[in-house]
């Protein structure tokens, strides 16, 4: 593993910020700064919250648009990458397949990766449990990436009413 390698994550409630945060972390890493979008533009209310992205993104930033293989994303891709967002990542995967494997392939990836990356997750699951099995599978196999996820990261952010909050602050790496 390098020891430069830093995986930060990045968790809230929709809309709570969590994506201007990880902009921050990542601006902040230094570097060329690579957004990794999982969004698919499905309708006309998603091509409006992408292009609000891009929007606040500004130039900087070389964009990479990928729903599904975010190990070979990593894999081919240099500098600082800000995956946004895990939770339509797992929804994309689970829609093609069973979600066990891929989150592994993820986490082996960011284990590899040499270069800095800051991933952004929804977090689900603290209200009332679904009363259809399939939102029941999605809420449980998301809350098992996130722990995870949040496993193989140096650093977890929670973004709670636009407001940062750490909850695993970075450690030393060997």
Not at 124 to 153: K, T, W, Y
């Amino acid at each position: 593993m390098n020891p430069d390698r830093r995986i930060t994550l990045v968790t809230g409630g929709a809309r709570s910020g969590k994506s201007a945060l990880a902009e921050t972390l990542a601006g902040r890493a230094g570097g060329p700064l690579v957004y990794v979008a999982t969004a698919e533009a499905r309708d006309p209310e998603m091509t409006r919250r992408i292009a609000s992205h891009r929007d606040r993104r500004g130039p900087g930033w070389q964009t990479v648009e990928e729903a599904l293989d975010l190990p070979g994303v990593l894999a081919r891709t240099q500098g600082v990458r800000l995956v946004d967002c895990l939770t339509l990542w797992l929804s994309n995967v689970m829609a093609a397949g069973d979600p066990e494997p891929a989150v592994a392939g993820l986490c082996a990836a960011l284990a590899r990766t040499p270069d800095p990356v800051v991933l952004v997750t929804n977090e689900l699951g603290q209200g009332i449990v679904p009363e259809n099995a399939l939102a029941r599978r999605f809420r449980d196999a998301h809350g098992l990436m996130n722990q995870s996820v949040a496993a193989v990261a140096c650093e977890v952010w929670m973004a709670v009413s636009g407001l940062p909050l750490r909850l695993k602050p970075p450690r030393e790496m060997p």
